[in-house]
C-alpha cells in the first residue's frame, strides 16, 4: 500500500528556518515527479515547489529564493528546506507524487498520492 508521511512541521519566529520530510512507502520516489502544496485557512490550496523526474525544481513565486526542495533516493525521502520564513508561510503542508504525463505541476487534481499534510506555523 502506498503511503506518504509528512514530518517536521512546527512552530517558528519570523526569519526561522525548517525542514519538511516526506517518507515514501510501497513506492520509489527515484525518477519520479513529486511537489509540496500548501494550504492556509481561508486560502486556496496553493503549488508550493516541484522536482520532476530529472532533478530539476520549479517553485511559487512567493518561495522562491527561500525554499529549497530535493530528495534522497537511499532514504526514499522528498525534503522541503524553508528558510526566512514569513507568517505567510503559515499553512498545512502536503506532499504529492506521481503527476500525470503532460500536466502542470501546480494542478492538484493531477497527482496520483497525496500525504495528510504537516502544519507550519510562522509568528511575526
Known amino acids: ?3 506518504l508521511v509528512e514530518s517536521g512541521g512546527g512552530s517558528v519566529d519570523a526569519g526561522g528556518s525548517l525542514k519538511l520530510s516526506c517518507a515514501a512507502s510501497g513506492y520509489t520516489i527515484h525518477g519520479r515527479c513529486m ?6 485557512p481561508g486560502k486556496e490550496r496553493e503549488g508550493v515547489a516541484y522536482i520532476d523526474s530529472s532533478d530539476g525544481t ?3 513565486s512567493s518561495v522562491e529564493g527561500r525554499f529549497t526542495i530535493s530528495r534522497d533516493n537511499a532514504k526514499n525521502t522528498v525534503y522541503l528546506q524553508m528558510t526566512s520564513l514569513k507568517p505567510d508561510d503559515t499553512a498545512i503542508y502536503v506532499c ?4 500525470k504525463l ?3 505541476w501546480r494542478q492538484e487534481d493531477r ?3 497525496w500525504g495528510r499534510g504537516t502544519q507550519v506555523t ?3
Open 96 to 99: 504529492a507524487a506521481d503527476l
Open 111 to 113: 497527482y496520483r498520492y
Open 102 to 104: 503532460f500536466s502542470d
Open 35 to 40: 511537489a509540496w502544496f500548501r494550504q492556509a
Open 122 to 124: 510562522v509568528s511575526s
Open 58 to 60: 520549479t517553485y511559487a
Open 1 to 3: 500500500q502506498v503511503q
